[in-house]
């Protein structure tokens, strides 16, 4: 059988170290020993596909009408593009997204910010891409929070995203940033990132995405890991 | 040409976002060829890790993929995801039902022993860790291609073992035992 093609490896460039200790928690829960390298097999560039509903239920994409009434804060449209390295768009691929409410609260028993939850807010959704690798949520803008991690610590208003991709490899759990944001710059979980790639986390206002006299619109491409050319391992 | 979008963290606070009822399940409780997969994940201090998502990726009982890079990918067990997920509780401890899968091509014409992909990810890990659960009993061990890449005194970390009716696998992050991970 000839091999898969390979995906791309994680670019160092891009990605940030599993030890940062100033996020103090990845210093008991980072390898102390170097990853191996493997070469791609079948297991590493398959994934699951076209199976999202039974995976992950219908699909969420408007989070202000899971409840009988619609939750404070400011609406916002949070749009965008799947891509891999090579600029293809990535289709039929779950996009899932969680988040703090307005103020800055999870709906999660460990949250024990002293904000207050919105009872018309839960925060989480999921999408699947179409055949351009668009994807689309119309959610609340979530607030900032206090965090242990040092003295007067607060994680800068964030979203969280989750995707699978085409394949095992492909793999992907980041954060939005909203543009402006004073707490990024002072953020170690944002700062692990090395500099210059750092920009790719933080949205995009786009007045051609915000809705008049509804929501204000982000734009926040992702680009996956991409397929090489050749079979060939470096 | 675009640059890869950074990991982040998955944080302490996924849950409600990402696991689903019956999401660790991949195979009814009845079903007649299932095994249990149990293990717990563990820090550099030895402490169980309550608050980490583990994924698994495998293929069916025939060595099949439901997806398109796999020549056979149609005759793949239409009933079997193949994907699962599971948080780890107060103890570390994570637990999917499943089945064994077979044998899937590897590098040239070799074949891998029965694996299964693993991922992990949790706050205070900023990107995915990912390793593989081998099975203990498996003589195709000896020859997969993979574990071959792993220094021999490193191997067992990835060979579950027998526990009553599951295999059991423990995943440690750091340290003396650490499990070997993969950059794939």
């Known amino acids: 059988m000839a091999a898969p093609l390979p995906y791309n490896r994680e670019d160092l460039a891009s990605q940030p170290p599993s030890l940062f200790p100033a996020y103090g928690s990845t210093v008991k829960r980072a390898p102390s020993q170097a990853p ?42 949070v749009a965008g593009r799947v891509l891999d390295e090579n600029e293809r768009p990535v289709a039929n691929t779950v996009v899932e997204l969680w988040q703090a409410n307005a103020a800055g609260r999870y709906v999660h028993g460990k949250d024990q910010h002293p904000a207050p939850l919105d009872p018309n807010f839960t925060g989480a959704g999921h999408v699947v891409t179409d055949d351009q690798g668009r994807y689309r949520f119309v959610t609340i803008k979530p607030g900032a929070y206090p965090w242990r991690n040092h003295a007067n610590a607060w994680r800068p208003a964030h979203l969280h995203f989750s995707l ?63 397929r090489r050319a050749t079979p060939m391992e470096p | 040409m675009p640059g890869q979008t950074p990991w982040q963290t ?18 009814a409780d009845c079903h007649d060829r299932r095994i249990r997969v149990v293990g717990r994940v563990i820090d550099g201090d030895g402490q169980p890790v309550p608050d980490a998502l583990v994924e698994i990726w495998q293929a069916d009982a025939a060595g099949r993929y439901a997806h398109p890079d796999d020549p056979d990918h149609r005759a793949a067990d239409p009933s079997f995801p193949g994907f699962g997920r599971s948080a780890t509780e107060e103890d570390g401890s994570f637990r999917f039902l499943t089945i064994r899968p077979g044998r899937v ?36 061990n000896v020859d997969d291609p993979i574990l071959a890449l792993v220094p021999p005194e490193r191997r067992d970390t990835l060979i579950a073992k027998r526990d009553g009716d599951a295999w059991r696998l423990d995943i440690v992050l750091q340290g003396a035992a650490e499990t070997v991970f993969f950059d794939c």
């Open chain 2, 10 to 27: 998955v944080g302490p606070f996924f849950h409600y976002g990402l696991i689903r009822k019956g999401g660790a399940d991949l195979v």
């Open chain 2, 105 to 140: 091509a590897g590098p040239g014409n070799s074949l891998q022993a029965p694996h299964i992909a693993i991922g992990i990810m949790a706050r205070g890990m900023l990107k995915r860790l990912t390793t593989r659960l081998y099975f203990g009993d498996a003589p195709e």
């Open chain 1, 164 to 226: 699978l991709g085409p394949a095992f490899a492909t793999r992907l759990v980041t954060q939005m940033y909203f543009p402006g944001d004073p707490l990024i710059a002072i953020d170690p979980i944002a700062n692990a990132v090395p500099p210059g790639a750092l920009e790719r986390l933080i949205a995009r206002f786009e007045l051609g995405v915000t809705e008049p006299e509804w929501a204000l619109g982000y734009i926040f491409d992702i680009v996956l890991r991409g």
């Open chain 1, 36 to 77: 191996i390298a493997i070469p791609h097999t079948l297991t590493e560039t398959s994934g699951p596909t076209g199976t999202w509903d039974r995976l992950m239920g219908p699909a969420v994409a408007d989070l202000t009408r899971q409840h009988g009434g619609e939750p404070i804060g400011e609406r916002i449209v």
